[in-house]
């Protein structure tokens, strides 16, 4: 089938026009646009939640992992009328009295919408509208400067949870895609002022504690060998990747959420290295280990669509040559579930 297809599918009762399925966006593997597609609607159930009323920052590769790549902030004009949008006053240096229309993804529709415009990567900030910068959670985003990395990073997770714990936190851990950690647990009452001003004091406090391995600044020069301790992303003008997204690496990589088992357990980077069909085995396998960060305010996410029935299936060989054939698995694939109904509607 020609890259250039467009292919029609009826998403949860919205029609989409799906363009350039053929389309290779990660040489290194061959992973197509068809299974980034793929991949986001069956892990939606999990990734929603996580997202809905967010709004969300695309990072755009239309051209590939390998091309050109830029941040998309200012959601594109040319969008249906039902795709959910909000218009927020700047808060950065430069776009101060001014304001951003973001795209608000809160459902399947708008989430393939999204990945059909090369938007492999998602990023939110750390707060749900309405409640403007005043986060739900507190992050904190462990980059290892060479030749650290992440199982420096785990060490240095396992000296800050408890230190959280002290103070009545609940973090959990994910990996960041690529080579480092984060960790989140849920807060409220305070804003992303306060926030940052908490996060940064746990940062400062492991820093004094361990000089060698932890540094709080982001000058790289003190960097090399330590692993940097990123509370700034709690400001409420940044975003952080979010849960499941996809990340733009030589291989479809994914920001996945790990128990803390396993970050003890990590010796080698490469036991906590996830592509897009290991992640979906693991959602099917352990659900999301991400739930207990969930607390939607009322109202928030009504209009999502993901069920906690759903159940998640990975892609074996077989499908991903179906899948190859017919440019999208969904309507081929009914042994491996996923959430929400799509159909395919005809191409030309």
């Not at 890259?3 to 009762?13: C, L, N, S």
């Not at 700047?90 to 399947?108: A, I, M």
């Not at 938007?119 to 309405?130: A, S």
Request: aromatic letters at 6%; charged letters at 20%; hydrophobic letters at 40%.
């Amino acid at each position: 089938m020609s890259p250039e297809t467009k292919v029609a599918v009826h998403v949860d009762g919205r029609t989409l026009t799906l363009t350039n399925l053929a389309k290779v966006l990660y040489p290194q593997t061959g992973f197509t646009k068809a299974e980034v597609l793929d991949y986001y609607q069956r892990v939606a159930a999990v990734l929603l939640p996580h997202i809905t009323g967010r709004p969300l920052t695309l990072k755009r590769y239309p051209e590939g992992v390998d091309g050109e790549a830029f941040f998309q902030k200012h959601v594109t004009e040319h969008r249906p009328d039902w795709i959910r949008t909000a218009t927020i006053p700047s808060d950065s240096s430069r776009g101060r009295g001014t304001t951003v229309t973001y795209l608000v993804v809160d459902d399947l529709p708008a989430l393939i919408w999204a990945a059909n415009l090369a938007g492999l990567e998602l990023h939110v900030p750390q707060w749900r509208m309405p409640g403007l910068r005043q986060p739900d959670l507190l992050v904190f985003d462990l980059d290892p400067g060479a030749p650290a990395n992440i199982v420096d990073c785990c060490r240095v997770a396992e000296d800050l949870r408890p230190l959280l714990e002290a103070e009545g936190f609940a973090p959990l851990a994910k990996t960041s895609g690529g080579k480092g950690l984060q960790l989140y647990a849920p807060i409220s009452g305070v804003t992303s002022e306060q926030a940052s001003d908490q996060a940064r004091a746990f940062a400062e406090r492991l820093e004094r504690d361990q000089p060698r391995r932890v540094v709080s600044r982001m000058t790289k020069a003190l960097r090399t060998g330590k692993v940097l301790i990123d509370w700034s992303q709690n400001n409420g003008s940044k975003t952080t990747v979010a849960p499941y997204s996809l990340r733009a690496r030589q291989s479809p990589t994914v920001s996945t959420p790990v128990s803390w088992d396993e970050v003890r357990a990590c010796r080698r980077p490469e036991q906590l290295f996830f592509t897009a069909d290991v992640v979906l085995d693991r959602v099917a396998k352990h659900g999301d280990l991400f739930a207990p960060l969930l607390r939607l305010p009322s109202g928030v996410g009504q209009r999502a669509c993901w069920a906690s029935s759903s159940s998640t299936g990975a892609a074996g060989p077989a499908c991903r040559a179906r899948r190859l054939r017919t440019c999208w698995a969904i309507a081929v694939a009914p042994s491996a579930p996923a959430m929400g109904s799509v159909t395919r509607a005809g191409s030309w």
